[in-house]
C-alpha cells in the first residue's frame, strides 16, 4: 500500500469517528483522498472589508470584527440562530439553520473573529448565513495570506472539521508527505509542457503563496484529470483500430458517378464535400470506421449517408440504414428510393407492417446478395436477418440506440462494417472531444444555400389570443401546425394532465368540422401514435398537438409553426430539435416559445438564445454554459461529471492540450516501452475509472 493510500483514519487528528464522518460526508477514505478534496476558493486576508462598504452584489467577502447578542428565534416551525458583527462601521447579521447547538457553544461574545461569507439580501437588510469562521488570536501563522476555503458539511463541523479544521489536516498531512507523493504523469509530458510536479502543485493548490502560483498549479492538476481521462478513450479507441481490419473501399465507381452527375441536381455545400473526403478516407485505410456525424436537421446529413452507400455498392457491398421508427424508417426509403432511382439498385424497407411471408421473401434476398440497400429499424439486427456482404451501416438519431444493439452489427459481417452514426443533437466541440474521444467526429456545420431562417417569438399567457389568431392565418394558407407540451418523466401524469387542457382549450379554439387535430402522446399504443402521426403526414389534420414524442425527425414540409408550450421547461437543444421540425419546406416558417411571466435570470437568458439564434451549435454551447454538462445525455457515465477541477467548458485550451499529448504518446509508443510511459501502461492495468467504452459501438 502506497503512503497515499493510507486509510485517512491513521492521520493524527481524525481517529475512527472523524474517519467515519469523512468517509460519509465528503468520500474521502484515504491520505490521498483528502490532498485532493481541493479549496473551492482562497480567501486573501489581507482584503479585509468593512461592514458599511460591503454589498448584496459582493461575491465573498472577508470582514473583521465582534460578534454579540447571540439567541436563536423561532418561527413557529424551524429554529434559526442569530448573532451580530460589528466593526467600527457598522454591523451586520450572521445566521445559522443548522448546527445550531455547536455554533453556539463554540462561539465567543467580545472577542475579534475574522468572518467569511456571501452577503445577501433579507427585508432590505444584509446578513451572511453560515459564515466561515476564525479567531484573529488563534491563527498560528499569520504568514499565510490565502486562507483555502473547503466545502464541508453541518455534521463535519460538529466534528470539528469546518473549513478550517480540513485545512489544519490537509496541512500536517503535507508536512509528513515530503518525498512520498509519486508523479503520475510522463516524465517527457511533465517536461514538455513544464508542468510542476504533482507534489508541489498539491502543496500550493492548498496553500498558495500567490495567485500565479496557484493558477500554475490548478493548470497542472486540471491538465491531469484531462490526460487521464484522454488515455482511457483513446486507448480504447487505439485497441479497436488496431485489433479490427475493415473492408476496404478502393473505388469510386458508376453508382456514384452516375448519381453524382445524372440525378443530384445541385452542389454539395463546402461542408458536406469536406465530410465525405473525411469518410472516403476512413473506408479506404483498412480498418474499421466508427464515426459521428453531427449536423443541424435540414444539414444534409441524409444525403451524405447515400453517397457513402454508393461508394459501399461500387466496391460490392451492401448497406444498412437503421432509424429509430417505422415512420422515419419509411420516410427514409421514400426519400432514398426515389434519389437512386433508375441506378440499377435494389432498394428495399424491412417495416414492421410486413405479412411475414414478405419479410421471409427481403430477409431471403438479402442473403442472397439480391439487396443492395436495406432500410428498417431495429428489426434489421435481428439474428435471423442475414446480410450476404454487408460493408457499411448507417444509424440515424443515435441516442435511441443503446450498446448492445451495436455492438450486434458486428457480427451481421466477417469483416465489421463501416459504421456511421448520425446525430442532430450537436454536442459542443470541447466535450465531443472528451465525450467521444474514442470516435471520429465529422461535423456538418454548412445549410443548404436558400434556407430561409426560422422567426423564433417569445410569448406568454397574454398573447394568447394573438397566437391563436396567428395560427388560425397559416392554416387558411394551408400550411400545418404542432403544439408540443413538456413531459417530464416524474410528473408524467401531471405532464399529461397538461397537455390533455390544452388540447381541450385548442379544440375550443379550433372546433371541428372546419379544423381538425391530431393528439400523440406516450402513452398510447405504438399503432395509434403512428396512425395519427401518418394523418398529420398526409395534411388530413391541421394542427398536431403532442408531447415531445414527436421530437425525432418527421418530416412533415408542410408544417410552419411550432408552438412550445412551458417552452422554460426544456433544455435548449431540445427546443433547438423541436424548432428543427419547422422550415423544411420552401415558406416562411416560425417557431414561438410559449412561457410563464416571471421567468427566472437564466430562464431568461435562455430563452434570449433561443430567439437570438439558430445555430445547433451556438446553442449547445450556451446550454452547456448555461447549465453545465450534468444534463447533457450520456454524461453520466461517461467521467466527466467526476472531473474535480478541470471544468471541460472553461478549460478547452487544456483539454486540447492534454488530447494531443496522449495522441501523441499512442503514436510513437503505443505498448509503452519507453521508460517514461511504463507508468501509462501500469495505470491502464489498474485503471478504476470504469469508463463505458461501448457507449458507441
Ligand atoms: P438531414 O438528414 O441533415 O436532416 P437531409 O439530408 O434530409 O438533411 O437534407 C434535407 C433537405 O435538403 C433534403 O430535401 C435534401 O435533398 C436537401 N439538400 C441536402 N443537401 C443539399 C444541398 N447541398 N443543396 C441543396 N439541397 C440540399
Ligand atoms: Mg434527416
Request: proline share 4%; glycine share 8%.
Amino acid at each position: 500500500m502506497s503512503f497515499l493510500e493510507t486509510p485517512i483514519e491513521y492521520l493524527k487528528g481524525v481517529g475512527p469517528m472523524r474517519a467515519q464522518a469523512l468517509q460519509r460526508e465528503l468520500n474521502i477514505y484515504t491520505y490521498g483522498d483528502l490532498l485532493e478534496h481541493y479549496p473551492y476558493r482562497h480567501v486573501d486576508r489581507s482584503k479585509v472589508s468593512t461592514i458599511s462598504e460591503i454589498t448584496a452584489e459582493d461575491n465573498y467577502v472577508v470582514l473583521r470584527g465582534v460578534i454579540s447578542d447571540m439567541h436563536t428565534v423561532n418561527n413557529g416551525r424551524t429554529d434559526r440562530l442569530s448573532a451580530r458583527l460589528s466593526d467600527s462601521t457598522g454591523t451586520i447579521e450572521l445566521i445559522w439553520f443548522q448546527g445550531i447547538k455547536w455554533v453556539k457553544e463554540s462561539l465567543r461574545p467580545d472577542v475579534e473573529y475574522l468572518v467569511m461569507g456571501r452577503p445577501s439580501e433579507y427585508n432590505g437588510r444584509l446578513n451572511l448565513a453560515h459564515p466561515d469562521l476564525e479567531r484573529i488570536a488563534d491563527q498560528e501563522a499569520p504568514t499565510m495570506k490565502y486562507i483555502p476555503i473547503y466545502s464541508t458539511t453541518e455534521k463535519l463541523k460538529t466534528k470539528g472539521l469546518s473549513s478550517k479544521g480540513i485545512a489544519k489536516l490537509t496541512e500536517s498531512l503535507l508536512r509528513q508527505s515530503v518525498g512520498l507523493i509519486p508523479e503520475t504523469l510522463p516524465a517527457d509530458v511533465v517536461l514538455k509542457f513544464r508542468l510542476p510536479t504533482r507534489a508541489n502543485a498539491l502543496e500550493v493548490i492548498h496553500f498558495p503563496n500567490n495567485l500565479h502560483d496557484l493558477a500554475v498549479a490548478m493548470q497542472r492538476m486540471k491538465f491531469e484529470e484531462l490526460f487521464f481521462l484522454q488515455l482511457d478513450y483513446q486507448y480504447a479507441k487505439h485497441q479497436r483500430t488496431k485489433l479490427t481490419t475493415g473492408n476496404i473501399f478502393s473505388v469510386v465507381g458508376n453508382y456514384f458517378h452516375r448519381f453524382y452527375n445524372e440525378r443530384l441536381g445541385f452542389e454539395l455545400t463546402g461542408a458536406q464535400k469536406r465530410v465525405v473526403k473525411e469518410i472516403r478516407a476512413d473506408m479506404r485505410s483498412g480498418h474499421q470506421m466508427n464515426r459521428l456525424l453531427q449536423g443541424d436537421v435540414g444539414s444534409g446529413k441524409t444525403l451524405v449517408a447515400l453517397l457513402c452507400m454508393l461508394i459501399a455498392a461500387d466496391n460490392g457491398c451492401q448497406s444498412c440504414l437503421m432509424a429509430p421508427t417505422e415512420i422515419l424508417a419509411s420516410q427514409h426509403y421514400d426519400t432514398i428510393s426515389r434519389w437512386v432511382e433508375g441506378l440499377g439498385l435494389r432498394v428495399e424497407l424491412l417495416s414492421g407492417s410486413l405479412k411475414a411471408s414478405q419479410k421471409r421473401k427481403i430477409k431471403e434476398r438479402l442473403k442472397n446478395n439480391e439487396i443492395d440497400i436495406i432500410i428498417g429499424t431495429h428489426a434489421l439486427i435481428e439474428n435471423d436477418v442475414i446480410f450476404s456482404h454487408l460493408g457499411f451501416v448507417v444509424i440515424d438519431e443515435q441516442h435511441r440506440f443503446g450498446v448492445e444493439q451495436r455492438s450486434k452489427l458486428w457480427s451481421k459481417s466477417v469483416i465489421p462494417p463501416h459504421i456511421l452514426v448520425m446525430t442532430a443533437t450537436p454536442i459542443p466541440r470541447t466535450l465531443a472531444m472528451t465525450l467521444y474521444g474514442d470516435l471520429d467526429c465529422s461535423i456538418i456545420d454548412e445549410l443548404p444555400p436558400g434556407r430561409k431562417p426560422i422567426t423564433t417569438i417569445h410569448g406568454t399567457d397574454a398573447d394568447r389570443l394573438s397566437v391563436f389568431g396567428f395560427m388560425r392565418k397559416q392554416i387558411a394558407q394551408g400550411r400545418q401546425i404542432y403544439v408540443v407540451y413538456p413531459l417530464i418523466e416524474e410528473s408524467e401524469k401531471l405532464d399529461l394532465k397538461d397537455l390533455m387542457d390544452g388540447y381541450e382549450s385548442i379544440s375550443r379554439a379550433f372546433p371541428m368540422p372546419e379544423y381538425q387535430l391530431s393528439i400523440v402522446h406516450g402513452q398510447m399504443p405504438a399503432e395509434a401514435k403512428e396512425y395519427e402521426m401518418a394523418r398529420f403526414k398526409r395534411g388530413e389534420t391541421n394542427i398536431m398537438v403532442s408531447t415531445t414524442v414527436i421530437e425525432v425527425g418527421v418530416d412533415v414540409p408542410n408544417a410552419t409553426v411550432m408552438v412550445i408550450e412551458n417552452a422554460e421547461r426544456f433544455g435548449l437543444s431540445q427546443l433547438h430539435q423541436l424548432r428543427g421540425r419547422v422550415g423544411r419546406g420552401g415558406e416562411q416558417s416560425y417557431c414561438i416559445l410559449m412561457t410563464k411571466d416571471n421567468l427566472s435570470h437564466s430562464g431568461k437568458e435562455r430563452i434570449r438564445t433561443m430567439v437570438e439564434s439558430c445555430d445547433g451549435f451556438r446553442i449547445a454551447e450556451a446550454d452547456l454554459k448555461l447549465r453545465g454538462p450534468g444534463d447533457i445525455q450520456g454524461l453520466q457515465q461517461s467521467g466527466i461529471l467526476q472531473l474535480k477541477l478541470a471544468d471541460i467548458v472553461n478549460d478547452e485550451p487544456i483539454v486540447r492540450a492534454a488530447r494531443e499529448s496522449v495522441q501523441q504518446i499512442l503514436e510513437e509508443d503505443h505498448n509503452f516501452e519507453k521508460i517514461e510511459h511504463v507508468c501509462l501502461k501500469q495505470y491502464l492495468k489498474q485503471n478504476k475509472r470504469g469508463i463505458a467504452w461501448g457507449k458507441i459501438s
